[in-house]
T-cell receptor, first 113, second 111 residues
Framework: DAMVIQNPRYQVTQFGKPVTLSCSQT?????MYWYQQKSSQAPKLLFH???????NEADTPDNFQSRRPNTSFCFLDIRSPGLGDAAMYLC????????????FGQGTRLTVV | GQNIDQPTEMTATEGAIVQINCTYQ??????LFWYQQHAGEAPTFLSY????GLEEKGRFSSFLSRSKGYSYLLLKELQMKDSASYLC????????????FGAGTTVTVRA
């Protein structure tokens, strides 16, 4: 059973049209991450939550926002997508209670037209 | 800040062994992860080290030395399907458990 679920798997949006990507988890993990990954590059951390504490990477554009209304859900909002924002967006979760791996969702492939 | 380094590319022959090194410099440490990623897919978990030493899982092993800020992933009995990108990631509790990745190592297995 999938433990970190990202919806949708594929998203096509128009240039400049706001888009929201979602991530949900059934693991009750207190840390959630959003990464952007472009072709042949490593995942780039955009931001992460430790419980409700939001951590924004210094080089994450203002165009990217996030919300975590509760432990299970996390959203990535792109306010005005540009062509350069086309990428795979990965959500991951982790826990500070005990030693365990970080779990990834299947990713959302975003296309901007 | 965080700095995680790994080689860009490695090539090996089917049936051989390949070792992928990863060095890191982070403010804090709460585990080092190795992931495998095939093109267009999400990363798949391979191993996790939080204490010094060797962790073995079938054909894959991972080693950690915290004092040296060093890890390696050992892939034995290479198969064609092992051609992929291998990502080293470090979790830092001093930065709210930030999980940062190295640039990834592309491994190509040749017949």
């Amino acid at each position: 059973d999938a433990m970190v679920i990202q919806n949708p798997r594929y998203q096509v949006t128009q240039f400049g049209k706001p888009v929201t990507l979602s991530c949900s988890q059934t693991l009750n993990h207190n840390v959630m991450y959003w990464y952007q990954q472009k072709s042949s590059q490593a995942p780039k951390l955009l931001f992460h939550y430790y419980d409700k504490d939001f951590n924004n990477e210094a080089d994450t554009p203002d165009n990217f926002q996030s919300r975590r209304p509760n432990t299970s859900f996390c959203f990535l909002d792109i306010r005005s997508p540009g062509l350069g924002d086309a990428a795979m967006y990965l959500c991951a979760t982790s826990t500070t209670r005990g030693s365990t791996e970080a779990f990834f969702g299947q990713g959302t492939r975003l296309t901007v037209v | 800040g965080q700095n995680i380094d790994q080689p860009t590319e490695m090539t090996a022959t089917e049936g051989a062994i390949v070792q992928i090194n990863c060095t890191y410099q982070t403010s804090g440490f709460n585990g080092l992860f190795w992931y495998q990623q095939h093109a267009g897919e999400a990363p798949t978990f391979l191993s996790y080290n939080v204490l010094d030493g060797l962790e073995e899982k079938g054909r894959f092993s991972s080693f950690l030395s915290r004092s040296k800020g060093y890890s390696y992933l050992l892939l034995k009995e290479l198969q064609m399907k092992d051609s992929a990108s291998y990502l080293c990631a470090v979790r830092d509790p001093s930065d709210d458990y930030k999980l940062s990745f190295g640039a990834g190592t592309t491994v190509t297995v040749r017949a």
